[in-house]
T-cell receptor, first 119, second 112 residues
Framework: DSGVTQTPKHLITATGQRVTLRCSPRSGDLSVYWYQQSLDQGLQFLIQ???????AKGNILERFSAQQFPDLHSELNLSSLELGDSALYFCASSVAVGGLAAGSYNEQFFGPGTRLTVL | QQPVQSPQAVILREGEDAVINCSSS?????VHWYRQKHGEAPVFLMILLKGGEQKGHEKISASFNEKKQQSSLYLTASQLSYSGTYFCGTEGGGTSYGKLTFGQGTILTVHP
């Protein structure tokens, strides 16, 4: 158990719908990352938030958006869903070990994932 | 750009060794290694930093060749529990700090 929680575990919905995935990071972790894992695209970085602010953006579609709240939990919103959006969505959290010093690093702990099926 | 992992798949018997490689065309700040079992979340194995530092939590070793932007994960005396898909995640410096780009994965199967 990584300490990162994600809800729901499974989500089945229809094309065109909108869903919200929720993530609670480990206690004390300020960074939250969202990843999409599908069979054909592998594990793809979507977006990172640090203490409520967007920090880095990856291959995130315009139909997708995310935010991190003051209590540090994060939500990923997926709208106008298409069949190709079916995937496992992981959230990860991290704390920078070493702060901003040279040699610092971010060890990311992944949540159990939300499996989204779009029919 | 996505790092390239090799081999794509490895089949071992318990006790045998394996090496998984990860190559990037970009200058890297760090390389992260994860193992994922089917239907589960990726689990952190090791991180290698530019400058040679290694941080890991398991009895697994790895190397990072900064000149070639390559990393190798060494699995020795494999156990059944080592089976899974291994991913390398590469992290650039500067504005790419914190953003991991994952390779396509290497499937490792360990048989009794």
């Amino acid at each position: 158990d990584s300490g990162v929680t994600q809800t729901p575990k499974h989500l089945i919905t229809a094309t065109g719908q909108r869903v919200t995935l929720r993530c609670s990071p480990r206690s004390g972790d300020l960074s939250v990352y969202w990843y999409q894992q599908s069979l054909d695209q592998g594990l793809q970085f979507l977006i990172q938030y640090y203490n409520g602010e967007e920090r880095a953006k990856g291959n995130i579609l315009e139909r997708f958006s995310a935010q991190q709240f003051p209590d540090l939990h994060s939500e990923l919103n997926l709208s106008s869903l298409e069949l190709g959006d079916s995937a496992l969505y992981f959230c990860a959290s991290s704390v920078a070990v070493g702060g901003l010093a040279a040699g610092s690093y971010n060890e990311q702990f992944f949540g159990p994932g939300t499996r989204l099926t779009v029919l | 750009q996505q790092p390239v992992q090799s081999p794509q798949a490895v089949i071992l018997r318990e006790g045998e060794d394996a090496v998984i490689n990860c190559s990037s065309s970009k200058a890297l700040y760090s390389v992260h290694w994860y193992r994922q079992k089917h239907g589960e979340a990726p689990v952190f194995l090791m991180i290698l930093l530019k400058g040679g530092e290694q941080k890991g939590h398991e009895k697994i070793s790895a190397s990072f060749n900064e000149k070639k932007q390559q990393s190798s994960l060494y699995l020795t005396a494999s156990q059944l529990s080592y089976s899974g898909t291994y991913f390398c995640g590469t992290e650039g410096g500067g504005t790419s700090y914190g953003k991991l780009t994952f390779g396509q994965g290497t499937i490792l199967t360990v048989h009794p």
